[in-house]
């Protein structure tokens, strides 16, 4: 179990350019989430998948975000025409969630990709 | 409507002493589940402790245990004899039932715990 990977850890854009993160879950876990947390904040939830399927996609996923998991492996976050306001921390997660483990089964969090517009 | 609130945004506690973190929820649905996350200064969510809606006994993990009272809808993290590595935001998180098909998790804003030597 070598724990979910992020990359890159740090990025900074200008404002205008557009940013891809990736994240490596946990290899056998099925579910796959984005988060974005910023400074002094808890973590907002963001999008979902399940294997390579986008179930959930947050309010707060304006239409210049987009995410993909193909293959049902690794997923990535695009944000195309950045602003400011995307400054924040970007952190993916997995678990492994099947009927019986719906309620106990935790997140495993990455370190997050920390993300600034200049 | 928040859902998860966490009225201390510091805290401040002798090394070796116990604290306890407050965390109150809101939720009409019967089954869910209430998680403790760590995050220290590099960022990564550490998984900390997990309690049931169902469960009867509060649940522990060596130096956390969680203080679950179902009436008044709290979840106060406890962590006893606190070392300097406890030093970090803590965040409570809930699972409702109504997203058990995604298993998000909602997280409240968090509260910083700093400890001193």
């Known amino acids: 179990d070598t724990g979910v990977s992020q990359d890159p850890r740090h990025k900074i854009t200008k404002r205008g350019q557009n940013v891809t993160f990736r994240c490596d879950p946990i290899?056998?876990?099925?579910?796959l989430y984005w988060y974005r947390q910023t400074l002094g904040q808890g973590p907002e939830f963001l999008t979902y998948?399940?294997?390579?399927?986008?179930?959930?996609k947050s309010r707060l996923l304006s239409d210049r975000f987009s995410a993909e998991r193909p293959k049902g492996s690794f997923s990535t976050l695009e944000i195309q025409r950045t602003e400011q306001g995307d400054s924040a921390m970007y952190l993916c997660a997995s678990s492994l969630t099947d009927r019986g483990s719906a309620w106990n089964s935790p997140l495993h969090f990455g370190n997050g990709t920390r993300l600034t517009v200049t | 409507a928040q859902k998860i609130t966490q009225t201390q945004p510091g805290m401040f506690v002798q090394e070796k002493e116990a604290v306890t973190l407050d965390c109150t929820y809101d939720?009409?649905?019967?089954?869910?589940?209430l998680f403790w996350y760590k995050q220290p200064s590099s960022g990564e969510m550490i998984f900390l402790i997990y309690?049931?809606?169902?469960?009867?006994q509060n649940a522990t993990e060596g130096r956390y245990s969680l203080n679950f009272q179902k009436a008044r809808k709290s979840a106060n993290l406890v962590i006893s004899a606190s070392q300097l590595g406890d030093s970090a935001m803590y965040f409570c998180?809930?699972?409702?039932?109504?997203?058990?098909?995604?298993?998000?998790?909602?997280f409240g804003q968090g509260t910083t715990l700093q400890v001193k030597p």
């Open positions: 998948f399940q294997n390579e399927a986008q179930l959930e």
């Open positions: 290899s056998e876990h099925n579910r």
């Open positions: 998180a809930m699972r409702e039932a109504l997203s058990s098909n995604t298993g998000k998790l909602i």
């Open positions: 939720t009409s649905d019967q089954s869910y589940g």
């Open positions: 309690q049931g809606s169902y469960d009867e």
